[in-house]
């Protein structure tokens, strides 16, 4: 495959961390687009990627950028909007992808590689609404696309396996809600190789891919696999939907809003893929346990580590 230049929106977060990586080992260029590259220098110190700092939303900023580009990639997303701003959903998802089509239209990329969620489109949430909103005016388009759905994604820095682990730390007692709801975590790594695989083959244009890891699990027992693998003795409390709302209403008040009436209602769907994508793109997907237990000892040892040291 020849190298591509590649430009990605908001690769600059967990995810988009572990795909420059690995975009970057099959010699391609990459241009990340942020909304604050002094917060992401060291990123630019890998060969061949450069970080830029571009108002994304605006379609002359985003052609300028996307000029002589082969591919675009677009990773942006949140999970919460700002209270009160009903609309941060819409314009993250659906109004930045129309952007973005339009300016690729204008630049004359041809490519367009989509990052969405498993259930897109249905149940009753903002967040995934506005994802399948934003599916469908990628699969509308004229250009080449190809459309990721994933399940929760676990590795190094996850908002998953690391996010309970930060609570389980300091809380003996956590109280879950929609802790039977199933998810299939698949690796970041699955999904960065995945993502390589579709720009190096045209095959996968016009397809959308749904990404789940080798096992389904219930959110309750993430928790408690976590606290397992931490080496803690934590008690988890799966609380009926009428307690989880309110732990919800409460959590978009707290800082970091741990969990979110937005989140609560996402969780009212399973996240489990109803095909095998990584096997059709000829990845064989990493176990949880082969990867978790050494991150989150890591994580403790460092942790333990006296300051200074
Ligand atoms: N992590 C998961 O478990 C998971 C599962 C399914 C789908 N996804 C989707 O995969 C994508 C990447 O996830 P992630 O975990 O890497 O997310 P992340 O760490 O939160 O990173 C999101 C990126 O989007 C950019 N961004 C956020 N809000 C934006 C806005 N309003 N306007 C412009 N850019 C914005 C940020 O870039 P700057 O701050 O640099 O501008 C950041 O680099 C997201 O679309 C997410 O919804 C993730």
Known sequence: MKPQSIVVLGGTGFVGRHLVTRLQ????????????RDL???LGVLPRVRIVNADVHEL????????????????????????????????AHVELTRTLIAACAQARVPRLVQMSALRAGEGESDYLRTRGEAEALVRASPLAWTIFRPSVIFGDG??????????????????????????????????????????????????VYELGGPEVVALGDVVRRTARMMGKHRLVLPLPDALGFMQACIGEWLPGKPISRDNFRSLGLDSAAREDGLGALGIVATPIDAVMPALLARQNLWERKPRGS
């Not at 985003?62 to 314009?91: K, P, Q």
């Not at 790594?189 to 579709?198: H, K, S, W």
């Open 25 to 36: 080992r099959d010699g391609h260029s990459i241009t990340l687009l942020t909304r604050n």
């Open 60 to 91: 002359a900023t985003l052609a300028r950028h996307l000029a002589g580009a082969d591919a675009a990639i677009n990773l942006v997303g949140i999970l919460n909007g700002r209270r009160g701003r009903g609309n941060d959903f819409r314009a």
């Open 40 to 42: 992401h220098r060291e």
């Open 158 to 207: 996850d908002g998953l396996f690391f996010r309970f682990a930060s609570l389980l730390r300091i809380a003996p007692v956590l109280p879950i809600a929609r802790a039977h709801a199933r998810f299939q975590p698949v690796h970041v790594g699955d999904v960065a190789e995945a993502f390589a695989r579709a720009i190096a083959h045209p095959h996968s244009i016009g397809h």
